[in-house]
Each structure stands twice: as structure tokens, then as C-alpha cells.
């Protein structure tokens, strides 16, 4: 076993037998962040109304003044959300999405926001483009699905099933007035941000996928134009202070995940900021070729034709390949191939999208060459006792 490999993983205290493969999906979170965690924790129990009445309020201003500098936005324009799922919510009750609406999202859309705005009673449009999609095809399919009833377009910035990234810039322009809400889920601590530059109306990103702070970490960026109308989640008695900071205090609950990102993001830093995604984008270019060579190889007839430069717009820490054809065609294929991969301690869920069987590799620090040979070992084990010709 690599040296340099387990000794990254014991940062995080993870499992060195199971190979951690999809690091983003729910994040790492390093023992010196859960233990700056822990620390805010029992500086609360030593005096929990103290900390409430005269503490509380002001660290999380720190905080969310914290997670601005790192997002490079304005101070002004960035309040702490809990995750995406929360943003979400916000903003379609923001820009009042309701029945008789439109809500434009694409067929590489995370699920929540359609779950979202079909709950207000909204209906769902779907701006349809394939993975090799130009950016002016992927404009021009968001602009087709806008009309007079769409109240806001839905763009990933990172897209989930595909691990794609989108011109969002592009979308911008060509849906003209409509506002746009910008799913960055995965770009905080993997793309060079300029939020404003992107010209939405709403942007959200998670902190804890790759930004190694603590579970339920979060930002939501809101333009000066809906700020007053982006209201918490949660109506506590800070509602009145607007936004942003209106947003830190949803009530009496557990802060110390909130507290301890600035220690995240300086993990983050001194393990190389954004070379970690630089150095995942090189290590998933030789993965995913490796990947493929093996399996292709084991089910010769089964295998896609792959090119080890597609997709050519991948995200920089996560990466598609093909699977076999018919790897994962019935309903219940995804979950049942993941349980088996994951029985045998390896952690990268197969994808289904459009019809298509693919394997979303992703890489973090702790990741190196060694570990696509093993996924590879476990997948066509696997896909062998699902093909007959094997
Ligand atoms: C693109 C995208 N949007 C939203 C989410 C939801 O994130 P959370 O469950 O942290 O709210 C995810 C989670 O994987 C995602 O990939």
C-alpha cells in the first residue's frame, strides 16, 4: 500500500481498506477541522447562554465575512446557508415561484430543485443537451425552454450526473431578462470563481464537498436586486436584520459545523487551494483511461468506443466514463452495482443518464494512479457476473 496515500487518508481518519473514490459526493472532513468542531462545542457547554446572548451573533458575522474573502465576492453578498438544498429554497420563494409558473432546469439538473419547484406547484421544463454539446447548443436549449410563464432557469455550474462544466456565463445572455440560479454545488474550492462576473441572479455552493469544512456548510450569493426578497429559510427573531446576516441564525441550533469552516478553508489552502483540483484533473485524465483499457479488455464486446480526451468540457475533479452497454439498463441496476462495488470497499457509484451506463470517477488529495487500477480490478468483477460472454 502507498505511503504517501494512507498518510493523507489518516488526516480524515478514513478507512485506509476502502478506496474512497467519490470525495465530493459528501465530503472529507479532516480530524484538525472535527477537532476545531469539537473545541467550539464544549466552549459552548461551558456556558451555552452566554455564547447564545453575547457570543453567537458576532463569530457568525466572522464567519460568513470569511466565507465571502474565500468566495472572492462582496461582503455584502454572501450569507451562510446550510447546504444547496437550502438555497434552493430560498430562491424560488424568493423570485415567488407558484402554480401557473415555469421553472427551466436541464437533463443534467440536480433532482432537488424540480422536486423544489413542483412542491410550490410550478411546472418543470427541461432544456435537453447531449455530453459533446457546444456552448452555444447548450445556450440555445436553455433559451428554447423560456417563455412567458418561466419565472427562473436552473444552470449547474458543475453538473451532478455528468461532471460537466457549463458556460453558465453563455446561458445568462441567451435567457435575456429571466433570473437565473446558478446550482454550484461542487465549484467552490475546484473552479477559479468570479460569481459577478457570471451575471446571475442567484448563485449557491457547498462548502463541505470540496472545501474539507465540516457537514452542512454553505453560501448562497444573491445580486443587489433580490436581496430583499431572498429571505432565510427559517424565520427567527434575526429576520429583520436582512440579508445576508439575517440568515446566520436560524433559531437555536448546532452552530460548530458553521464555526469551524475557517479551519477547512485553511486546510484547504495549505494542501495547495486550487492546484488539488489541478492535480485531480491530471491524475482523472490517466484514471479514466485506465479505467476504460481494463474493462474494455474483459468485455471487449460490450464496451463503448472511448477517447481519453472526452468529455472535453469535464469538471476538474470528477470525470465520466462509459460503462458496458447493458451494465446498468433495468431500473434498480445503479443501486444494486453500487452496493455490490461498495461490499467490496469501494466507494464510486455508477451513474445512469439518458440511457447511458457511465462510472463518475472523482479524485481528492488522497487519491493517486493505484487507486484506478483498483476500482478497475472491482468493477469488471463485478460486471463479469452480470455479462454472460465474460
Ligand atoms: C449539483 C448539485 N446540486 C445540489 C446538491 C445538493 O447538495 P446538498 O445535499 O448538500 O444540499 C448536490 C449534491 O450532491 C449536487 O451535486
Known amino acids: 500500500m502507498d505511503d504517501v496515500r494512507d498518510e493523507i ?11 474512497h473514490l467519490n470525495p465530493g459526493a459528501f465530503g472529507m472532513v479532516p480530524r484538525a477541522v472535527r477537532t476545531v468542531q469539537r473545541r467550539w462545542a464544549e466552549r459552548i457547554e461551558q456556558n451555552p447562554l452566554r455564547f447564545f446572548r453575547l457570543e453567537c451573533q458576532e463569530e457568525l458575522a466572522r464567519v460568513r465575512l470569511d466565507v465571502a474573502r474565500f468566495l472572492d465576492a462582496d461582503a455584502d453578498s454572501i450569507a451562510l446557508v446550510r447546504n444547496v438544498s437550502e438555497a434552493t429554497g430560498i430562491v424560488l420563494d424568493a423570485v415567488g415561484v407558484g402554480p401557473g409558473d415555469e421553472v427551466v432546469v436541464s437533463n443534467h439538473g440536480y433532482p432537488t430543485i424540480a422536486q423544489a419547484a413542483l412542491v410550490r406547484g410550478a ?11 457546444t456552448d452555444d ?8 425552454q423560456v417563455g412567458e410563464r418561466t419565472k427562473l432557469v436552473v444552470v449547474d455550474q458543475i453538473t451532478s450526473p455528468t461532471a460537466l462544466v457549463l458556460p453558465v456565463a453563455k446561458v445568462v445572455q441567451a435567457v435575456g431578462d429571466t433570473p437565473v440560479f446558478v446550482d454550484a454545488a461542487h465549484s467552490a474550492g475546484t473552479l477559479d470563481l468570479d460569481i459577478a462576473a457570471l451575471g446571475a441572479a442567484f448563485w449557491a455552493t457547498n462548502l463541505h464537498k470540496w472545501c474539507f469544512t465540516p457537514r452542512g456548510t454553505g453560501a448562497l450569493w444573491v445580486t443587489a436586486d433580490w436581496r430583499e426578497r431572498a429571505r432565510p429559510a427559517v424565520t427567527s427573531w434575526t429576520s429583520e436584520k436582512g440579508f445576508p446576516a439575517s440568515h446566520d441564525f436560524p433559531g437555536t441550533i448546532d452552530f460548530t459545523g458553521m464555526l469551524a469552516i475557517a479551519e477547512g478553508l485553511e486546510f484547504w489552502r495549505a494542501h495547495g487551494g486550487l492546484q488539488i483540483a489541478e492535480r485531480s484533473r491530471q491524475l482523472l485524465s490517466i484514471g479514466s483511461e485506465l479505467v476504460h483499457r481494463r474493462v474494455a479488455m474483459a468485455l471487449p464486446d460490450a464496451m463503448p468506443d472511448y477517447d481519453a480526451s472526452w468529455p472535453a468540457r469535464t469538471a476538474p475533479t470528477m470525470r465520466i466514463i462509459p460503462l458496458p452497454d447493458g451494465a446498468v439498463s433495468e431500473p434498480g441496476d445503479v443501486s444494486a452495482l453500487y452496493a455490490a462495488l461498495s461490499g467490496r470497499g469501494v466507494e464510486c457509484p455508477p451513474v445512469a443518464f439518458e440511457g447511458m451506463g457511465l462510472v463518475r470517477l472523482g479524485a481528492g488529495l488522497h487519491n493517486d ?7 478497475a480490478e472491482a468493477l469488471v468483477a463485478e460486471l463479469g457476473r452480470r455479462f454472460d460472454d465474460y
Open 137 to 144: 447548443e447548450i445556450a440555445q436549449a436553455f433559451r428554447e
Open 9 to 19: 487518508l489518516d488526516l480524515f481518519d478514513a478507512d485506509e481498506t476502502v478506496l
Open 123 to 133: 411546472e418543470v421544463v427541461v432544456a435537453n443537451f447531449g455530453i459533446d454539446a
Open 369 to 375: 494512479e493505484l487507486d484506478y487500477d483498483r476500482y
